[in-house]
Structure formats: structure tokens, C-alpha cells
């Protein structure tokens, strides 16, 4: 992707006429959107303004990746280039790298738990180049974990979650880190890849959840608990396809379909997130991107509608995360939008015929 152009800006007035925008709800008929600078604009009169004719097209909002790695520039690129403009990234060190990341102009919009904390003995200390600050051994040193991670600026605070006798930090640890976290107004995400997993993350009682088991069904008692407390889940479907064909077990993956089934028959918030990354030592690389698609595709084969999809992708991780500007299109939001040829509510995958993007109101060229 080094050849991807730079982003440039549009007009002070960019007017995309004659297109249907899906409003979270469903395609509205053909109206008028206008960019104005970085907003979406109240005014949608076409004066001085460049014109876009949408007529057959879609208007989406910038699509959000609710779990990404970070590894330099060039995956910013490729994630704006699939109209990915807002990323929640789930581990990126040092803090250096991550600062360089944050607040590039007309560039995929970051999030970031920066360093994660993890144990002593789990899958993740053993992944190349792993920072030495991740590990948290006790839980009297959960508060300075989570201090030096705020004031590193992380967004919020990402724990690795095993189960019990696996290597992760123990339950006393892991409340103490949520507890922390709590202390300083930050949400918690727990990576949780087993279902013993996902009873510890349960039991801390962290802010969302991250992967969906391929071991065996989740405890009933598990699903009633995060049904009652409100709790988002990120599955990481692509994540999960792939570890399983790696490790030799394609048919695990079906085990996590099933899964996620069962906790969106349950009522429980699914947003989208791929796990994109290029980490070494890890079971499966993500690309970018293009991934995000391909786990819309997940979704709606397990079971969500293509409408839900696209929530997942766009208003439910603003609204969770507390991203008030932008998963919508509305006057005064973010210029975060992306537009399609076809009906994603039809056909999932319309959302790869894309056609522009701005991101906060610069033009990026499709892949």
C-alpha cells in the first residue's frame, strides 16, 4: 500500500445528490448530502458546491473496525482505502509508535488500548517482541499498570482473559485492572478466546468482550450474565475462521458460529471487529481493510440480518464507545462516509463496490 495516494481535500462543498443513505434503519429515498469541510452539512443546497451524482448508489457511514492492530502508516492507509475511517485498535506499542498514529489529517480516525496487560504465562508473552510492561503479576500492581497506561493516553484498557490455570492474569488481578481502569473513566476489553475465558472476563466483570470461543459452547449461565448486564461482544469472526484453519480444526470455527448465534438469539450487542494485524507469533494474520467486509459477510451467515451488520459497523461501536461525532449521517457529524454501488441491505456484500470515501471530509480512492 505504499503507493496508496495521499488524502487530499475536497471543495469546501462537496453536494452527493440523488443518493440513498442508510440511516441505521433502512435506505432512505434519494436526497441530497453535502460535505462541508470536515461535517456533514445542514444546509444541502448545491450552490458553489462540486456536484456527485449518486443516482443507483448508496451512502454509508464510515465504516468502524471495532478491533485492529496497529503496525505503522501504511495500515491506516489500507484501512481508509476499504472505507474504514474510524479504528479501535487492541494493542500497539511501544507509546511512541502509537502517538505517530493518532490524528493524521483526513486519515483513518484511531482508538487505542496502547500496551495490554496480559500474564505471565499465556500465548501473548510469548509473542515476539512483546513489551516487558504488559505483564501484570499481582494485583497490587494493577493500579500502576493502568495509571501509566492512561497517562500514555490510552483510550481504554485492554486485558488479555484465560482460564484459570492458563497462563493470563488471575481473577483478583483482573478485578483490580478493571477496577482501575473504573477509577480513571475508562472501559475495559477483555480478550477472551475460550470459554473458560469469557467466564473470567465475566466474573472481573469487564466493559466488553473480545473473540468468541472455538473450544465448546458457552455456558448458558454466561450468556444469561452478559444479557443482563448490557454487555457488548466483539467476536472477531475472521480472527476465528482463520486460527482455526491454521491450527488444523476448520471445523472448530463452526463451534464459534454457533456460538455467536446463540448470543445474538440472546439479545447481546455484536459490534464488528476483525483483529487485522501483522504480528508475528500470532495464529492468523488479518489483512486490513478488507477484512472488515468479509466479517460483515460472517455476521449475516450467523445469523444477524444485513441491517444488523451494518449497525455493527457503524452506529453501535460509536455509541459504545462513546464516539458521539460520527456512525450516523446527520448534520454536524464527521464527513466519515463512503459511497457504495448496490444494496447492502439486499446483498451484504455491496459494501466491497465501493466507489468514493471521505474521511472527515478528505477524499481517499478506493482500493
Known amino acids: 500500500m505504499t503507493d496508496q495516494p495521499r488524502p487530499t481535500p475536497t471543495t469546501p462543498r462537496t453536494a452527493l445528490t440523488h443518493v440513498r443513505v442508510f440511516d441505521g434503519q433502512r435506505l432512505t429515498e434519494p436526497r441530497t448530502v453535502v460535505i462541508d469541510q470536515a461535517t456533514i452539512s445542514a444546509d444541502t443546497s448545491t450552490n458553489a458546491a462540486?456536484?456527485?451524482?449518486?443516482?443507483?448508489?448508496?451512502?454509508l457511514p464510515g465504516l468502524i473496525d471495532a478491533h485492529v492492530h496497529?503496525?505503522?502508516p501504511d495500515t491506516l492507509e489500507q484501512l481508509v482505502s476499504y472505507?474504514?475511517?474510524?479504528?479501535?485498535?487492541?494493542?500497539t506499542w511501544p507509546p511512541q509508535l502509537l502517538a505517530s498514529l493518532r490524528n493524521i489529517p483526513g486519515g483513518?480516525?484511531?482508538?487505542s488500548a496502547g500496551t495490554p496487560a496480559i500474564g505471565p504465562g499465556g500465548p501473548h508473552a510469548r509473542i515476539p517482541g512483546m513489551a516487558?510492561?504488559?505483564?501484570v503479576r499481582t494485583p497490587q500492581q494493577a493500579s500502576e499498570f493502568v495509571a501509566a497506561q492512561v497517562s500514555a493516553g490510552s483510550d481504554y484498557i485492554k486485558i488479555v482473559a484465560?482460564?484459570?490455570a492458563d497462563g493470563g492474569p488471575d481473577l483478583e488481578?483482573?478485578?483490580?485492572?478493571v477496577a482501575a481502569a473504573r477509577t480513571h473513566g475508562k472501559r475495559t476489553v477483555a480478550h477472551a478466546a475460550t470459554s473458560g475465558a469469557y467466564t473470567m472476563a465475566l466474573n472481573a466483570d469487564v466493559d466488553f468482550i473480545t473473540h468468541i470461543p472455538l473450544d465448546r459452547p458457552l455456558d448458558q449461565a454466561d450468556i444469561a450474565r452478559i444479557a443482563d448486564r448490557g454487555k457488548a461482544v466483539i467476536p472477531t469472526l475472521t480472527m476465528m475462521e482463520g486460527t482455526a484453519a491454521a491450527r488444523g480444526v476448520p471445523h472448530a470455527y463452526q463451534t464459534a458460529r454457533r456460538n455467536l448465534a446463540t448470543l445474538h438469539q440472546a439479545g447481546i450487542p455484536v459490534l464488528a471487529g476483525t483483529d487485522a494485524n501483522t504480528q508475528p507469533g500470532v495464529p492468523h494474520q488479518v489483512e486490513h481493510g478488507t477484512s472488515l467486509h468479509h466479517e460483515l459477510e460472517l455476521l449475516v451467515d450467523a445469523g444477524l440480518t444485513p441491517r444488523q451488520a451494518l449497525r455493527a459497523a457503524t452506529t453501535m461501536p460509536a455509541h459504545a464507545?462513546?464516539?458521539r461525532d460520527r456512525g450516523a449521517i446527520s448534520p454536524g457529524l464527521r464527513a466519515d462516509l463512503v459511497l457504495i454501488d448496490g444494496d447492502p441491505l439486499a446483498d451484504i456484500r455491496a459494501t466491497r463496490a465501493i466507489h468514493r470515501i471521505w474521511c472527515a471530509g478528505a477524499e481517499h480512492r478506493p482500493a
Request: proline residues 2%; charged residues 15%; glycine residues 12%.
Open 50 to 59: 462540486q456536484l456527485i451524482n449518486g443516482h443507483g448508489m448508496v451512502l
Open 70 to 72: 496497529l503496525h505503522g
Open 83 to 91: 472505507g474504514v475511517t474510524t479504528a479501535l485498535d487492541m494493542a
Open 108 to 111: 483513518t480516525d484511531i482508538r
Open 132 to 135: 516487558n510492561d504488559a505483564i
Open 162 to 164: 484465560e482460564a484459570p
Open 173 to 177: 488481578t483482573m478485578k483490580m485492572l
Open 321 to 323: 464507545f462513546g464516539l
